[in-house]
């Protein structure tokens, strides 16, 4: 069983089992992460035995500060204006992979670009001491809900794991932007804690949707799978259905539901991104068949809100 520690006394036993080639849950700002030690081969490989996550995917790799970032990937300007911005933060930027970073190349999965993204906080500090970068998707078995809170991460991954640092629930609640940033060109390959708006002011160029291929191949169908099966945009819950609810007003047939969560009483999209994963693990917990979700809006924080919402809704096999 993972041994669960409060950040502020985590930091000497994290970066010793990282030193060891150990996949550890440390909290960020977006989600909680399994991390380990991205220039060492055995320690990402049990990153992907301990999620049960096929090989193909690449995984993120963190950064302490833009000097690391700038010794594994090739920034242009237009890149080290979008780091400059978010950086600490909930952006990730795909660009061309240096070679000889030192980064094993079970983390880009044989590509020739490297996630990279700068996290806040104990992910920074523990990236800093161990004084390399660290491969961390999220903390959950492949195809479950991330987790936001260390207790979830105990119930999903706490048999497989040594440590769990207990950072508190996660401020953003969402994982990370992901952006293709070329010379003059930026695509999302994933919504997420940095709304498309922002990087649009802040880079003066749209932000083009609709990768194809393999881009961001983290984003299956079914990638954030509760049990309970998923109604999206419901106008009306029935009895023996649990509520995801949005804003300060209930759709018909509320006070019948099983179990009802609000992403955010006032409407807030922050707060709503936030809540997401960890009310619809509440909900899944409620043994309610289904979940219906009243409708989120589809700006801002909401294009993320609603990916994940799909996401959970895709037809799966188990
Ligand atoms: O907020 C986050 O980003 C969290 C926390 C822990 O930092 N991490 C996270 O990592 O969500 P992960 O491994 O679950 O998601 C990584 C995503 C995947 O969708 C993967 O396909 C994509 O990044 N990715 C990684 N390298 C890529 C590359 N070279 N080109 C395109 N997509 C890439
Ligand atoms: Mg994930």
Redesign the pocket.
């Known amino acids: 069983m993972a041994d669960i520690l409060p950040e502020r006394e985590a930091l000497s036993r994290a970066v010793a089992l990282l030193r060891e080639g150990a996949a550890i849950a440390i909290p ?1 700002e ?6 380990a030690d991205a220039t060492n081969g055995e320690a990402v490989t049990r990153i992907y035995e301990t999620k049960g996550r096929p090989q193909f ?4 790799a ?1 950064v302490a500060d833009s000097a690391m970032a700038e010794r594994i990937a090739v920034f242009s300007p237009l890149a080290r204006k979008l780091a400059d911005a978010f950086w600490p933060g ?1 952006l ?1 930027l ?1 660009l061309p ?1 240096r070679s000889g970073s030192g980064v094993h190349p079970l983390v ?2 044989g ?1 020739d ?3 990279l ?1 700068c ?1 806040r906080g104990f ?1 920074a500090r523990a990236i800093t001491a161990l004084g390399r970068p660290l491969a ?4 959950n078995t492949s195809g479950r809900i ?1 987790g936001t809170t260390a207790e979830a991460v105990e119930a999903d991954l706490g048999a497989r794991i040594p440590l769990i640092v207990d950072g508190g629930a996660t401020p ?1 609640g ?3 932007t ?1 952006l ?1 940033v070329e010379q003059d060109r930026i695509t999302l ?2 919504p ?2 940095v709304a498309a708006e922002e990087i649009e002011r802040v880079s003066g160029l749209p932000v083009a949707r609709g990768a194809t291929g ?6 299956l169908a079914s990638h954030y799978a509760p049990n309970a099966h998923m109604r999206l945009n419901v106008k009306s819950v029935a009895p023996n259905e649990a509520l995801l609810a949005f804003g300060p007003r209930r759709v018909h047939g509320a006070e019948g539901a099983v179990a009802v969560r609000n992403l955010s009483e006032t409407g807030n999209l922050r707060e709503a991104a936030t809540n997401l994963f960890s009310h619809l693990l509440a909900l899944d917990q409620s043994d309610a068949a289904t979940i219906a979700a009243e409708p989120v809006p589809l700006e801002g924080l909401g294009e993320a809100i609603n990916d994940r919402l799909v996401r959970a809704a895709a037809p799966r096999d188990s």
């Open positions: 960020t977006t989600v909680y992460g399994l991390a995917n690449p995984l993120i963190h909930p990730t795909v992979h880009t999965a590509l670009t490297i996630a993204r996290p992910g961390a998707p999220s903390a991330s953003v969402l994982e990370s992901i293709k390959l994933r997420g804690g393999v881009q961001a191949p983290g984003m």
